[in-house]
């Protein structure tokens, strides 16, 4: 047990310590074993055009995925068909928990995802929002669940307000608390620190770091350089639906996301 | 989580959503009191024509209500794309038609409801001796309303040009619960009454249909 009395392989309790002095009770979490995902061959068309061009891609469990690439390369349609979100017009996609291939229905239990909208109801409070989706979770206890949800994003103080009242940020962090609330086993995230100040983008990517520590596997979009990429173990890059650069298991995402980096730069020098 | 508590969890959070703002019931009932106003002038209430015309006018009128309140049902979780994530959630699809159903069929009935008294008085109808037969009408017809018009809402919410849409798509696929509906009434308000068995069977019959084909495609309808 870690020094705040918290299970340490589970992901929302390593989350916990980012912010140990805000955390009144520990909380006990299930370990997490992280899923394996097999994209085999996915392609996606909308329409006349092909958003993804048989896309092949094995990500072992407990890796921490970075996808970059421009706008319209692909990178949010492989999230959502990962989430189930979206079918695949061609090919499959598995998921393994271990050995063991997972049906559809049981894998939506395992995934949390922040998408680039946040997910969340404004007319309703965050304590409220948090509690309707622990209720679909079927989660035990879902305003305690909520509760102990809001104080390691900072918004314990403001469980009461409306989400319309938010700032950006603020909305950005509960959407966060959302896709954790269950203790996801695969953890999407389309452009997570959009909207986030420095300060909230360096959370998130303690956020992120201590959620691969945990054995979470994390699939994320991202652009250019930011705090988020501190835990990325791998990084590919899109382009036009198609893989082009894919630093593998245990390479070296750096030169991959640098890249990118220079090239967002680049172009926004360029606008 | 079984369907039908994944459904009540929604109802909970519509009717929470919507008591909060009362935007939706507000409107829906001034815009239906307007047209039933609107309608009474156009006949001699104190005659017997308001027993004949009458009843098809209060179903127009709810039918108008039906085609404006439903239209946010869908549209509303576009807002922040909460659809998502009432997809993402582990539970059957259809417990998101099946909430939202539930849901536009209280916010109408309550409307029906309030507006009753009102369509008495404007036209001059006894409905107390008959209220039973007529809420029973009200609740067979207010179901069919709802679950159309939630399974189109849910399709119009989707395209482009989906504030014209749902009263293209919803209004000709209630013809036939427009009909049976007023001609129901129109036999519950006929001197003696007549309560038509032939007419609700064909309601529920409609409402069963139109229920267990949202059942079986509504998976498909959430799509992007």
Redesign the interface.
């Given at each position: 047990m870690s020094r705040s009395g918290v299970a340490p392989n589970s992901c929302c309790a390593i989350w916990f310590r980012a912010e140990t002095s805000r955390v009144s009770t520990p909380l006990a979490f299930s370990p997490n074993a992280g899923l394996r995902i097999s994209f085999c061959n996915v392609e996606k068309r909308y329409g006349m055009r092909m958003a993804l061009r048989g896309v092949s891609l094995e990500i072992a469990a407990g890796e921490c995925v970075a996808l970059v690439g421009h706008n319209g390369s692909g990178k949010t349609t492989l999230l959502?068909i990962a989430?189930?979100?979206?079918?695949p017009s061609r090919g499959e996609l598995k998921f393994y928990s271990g050995e063991t291939a997972l049906a559809p229905?049981v894998v939506?239990?395992r995934?949390g995802?922040v998408?680039?909208?946040?997910?969340?109801?404004?007319?309703?409070t965050a304590e409220?929002n948090l509690v309707?989706?622990a209720?679909?979770?079927?989660l035990p206890d879902p305003a305690v669940k909520a509760r102990q949800s809001l104080v390691p994003v900072g918004l314990a103080g403001r469980a009461g307000d409306l989400v319309r009242t938010f700032s950006r940020g603020m909305r950005q962090r509960l959407a966060i608390a959302?896709a954790l609330i269950a203790s996801p086993q695969l953890l999407l995230l389309d452009e997570p620190a959009a909207g986030l100040d420095p300060e909230g983008q360096q959370w998130l990517g303690v956020t992120l770091s201590n959620l691969h520590a945990s054995g979470c596997t994390i699939l994320m979009s991202t652009h250019g350089r930011n705090e988020t990429q501190g835990a990325v173990t791998r990084a590919i890059r899109l382009e036009d639906g198609n893989i082009t650069r894919d630093s593998g298991p245990g390479g070296d995402p750096y030169p991959v996301l640098a890249m990118a980096a220079v090239r967002e730069t680049s172009e926004g020098d360029a606008r | 989580m079984n369907l039908p508590r994944a459904a009540a969890v929604i109802l909970s959070k519509e009717l929470r959503t919507e008591f909060r703002s009362r935007e939706l019931l507000g409107t829906t009932l001034v815009f239906v009191l307007i047209v039933l106003v609107l309608f009474s002038f156009t006949f001699n209430p104190a005659s017997s024509e308001s027993r004949r015309f009458g009843p098809g006018l209060l179903w127009l009128a709810f039918l108008f209500s039906g085609s404006l309140m439903l239209q946010p049902s869908f549209l509303r979780e576009q807002t922040n794309d909460t659809l998502a994530a009432l997809r993402l959630a582990p539970i059957d699809p259809f417990s998101i038609l099946a909430g939202k159903m539930a849901a536009n069929f209280l916010f109408l009935l309550l409307v029906e409801l309030i507006l009753l008294p009102v369509f008495a008085v404007l036209y001059n109808i006894a409905i107390l001796p008959v209220l039973g037969p007529l809420v029973l009408v009200l609740a067979l017809g207010t179901v069919g309303l709802a679950t159309t018009g939630t399974v189109f809402s849910a399709v119009a919410a989707q395209a482009r040009l989906r504030e014209l849409l749902l009263p293209l798509l919803l209004l000709p696929v209630l013809a036939p619960v427009l009909i049976a509906s007023t001609e129901a009434t129109v036999g519950i308000l006929r001197d003696p009454s007549v309560l038509s068995v032939v007419w609700l069977t064909f309601l529920a019959s409609f409402d069963v249909i139109f229920l267990t084909a949202a059942w079986l495609v509504g998976e498909y309808l959430l799509e992007e």
């Amino acid at each position: 047990m870690s020094r705040s009395g918290v299970a340490p392989n589970s992901c929302c309790a390593i989350w916990f310590r980012a912010e140990t002095s805000r955390v009144s009770t520990p909380l006990a979490f299930s370990p997490n074993a992280g899923l394996r995902i097999s994209f085999c061959n996915v392609e996606k068309r909308y329409g006349m055009r092909m958003a993804l061009r048989g896309v092949s891609l094995e990500i072992a469990a407990g890796e921490c995925v970075a996808l970059v690439g421009h706008n319209g390369s692909g990178k949010t349609t492989l999230l959502k068909i990962a989430a189930q979100l979206s079918r695949p017009s061609r090919g499959e996609l598995k998921f393994y928990s271990g050995e063991t291939a997972l049906a559809p229905d049981v894998v939506k239990h395992r995934i949390g995802m922040v998408a680039h909208h946040t997910l969340v109801y404004d007319e309703l409070t965050a304590e409220e929002n948090l509690v309707f989706f622990a209720k679909l979770f079927a989660l035990p206890d879902p305003a305690v669940k909520a509760r102990q949800s809001l104080v390691p994003v900072g918004l314990a103080g403001r469980a009461g307000d409306l989400v319309r009242t938010f700032s950006r940020g603020m909305r950005q962090r509960l959407a966060i608390a959302r896709a954790l609330i269950a203790s996801p086993q695969l953890l999407l995230l389309d452009e997570p620190a959009a909207g986030l100040d420095p300060e909230g983008q360096q959370w998130l990517g303690v956020t992120l770091s201590n959620l691969h520590a945990s054995g979470c596997t994390i699939l994320m979009s991202t652009h250019g350089r930011n705090e988020t990429q501190g835990a990325v173990t791998r990084a590919i890059r899109l382009e036009d639906g198609n893989i082009t650069r894919d630093s593998g298991p245990g390479g070296d995402p750096y030169p991959v996301l640098a890249m990118a980096a220079v090239r967002e730069t680049s172009e926004g020098d360029a606008r | 989580m079984n369907l039908p508590r994944a459904a009540a969890v929604i109802l909970s959070k519509e009717l929470r959503t919507e008591f909060r703002s009362r935007e939706l019931l507000g409107t829906t009932l001034v815009f239906v009191l307007i047209v039933l106003v609107l309608f009474s002038f156009t006949f001699n209430p104190a005659s017997s024509e308001s027993r004949r015309f009458g009843p098809g006018l209060l179903w127009l009128a709810f039918l108008f209500s039906g085609s404006l309140m439903l239209q946010p049902s869908f549209l509303r979780e576009q807002t922040n794309d909460t659809l998502a994530a009432l997809r993402l959630a582990p539970i059957d699809p259809f417990s998101i038609l099946a909430g939202k159903m539930a849901a536009n069929f209280l916010f109408l009935l309550l409307v029906e409801l309030i507006l009753l008294p009102v369509f008495a008085v404007l036209y001059n109808i006894a409905i107390l001796p008959v209220l039973g037969p007529l809420v029973l009408v009200l609740a067979l017809g207010t179901v069919g309303l709802a679950t159309t018009g939630t399974v189109f809402s849910a399709v119009a919410a989707q395209a482009r040009l989906r504030e014209l849409l749902l009263p293209l798509l919803l209004l000709p696929v209630l013809a036939p619960v427009l009909i049976a509906s007023t001609e129901a009434t129109v036999g519950i308000l006929r001197d003696p009454s007549v309560l038509s068995v032939v007419w609700l069977t064909f309601l529920a019959s409609f409402d069963v249909i139109f229920l267990t084909a949202a059942w079986l495609v509504g998976e498909y309808l959430l799509e992007e």
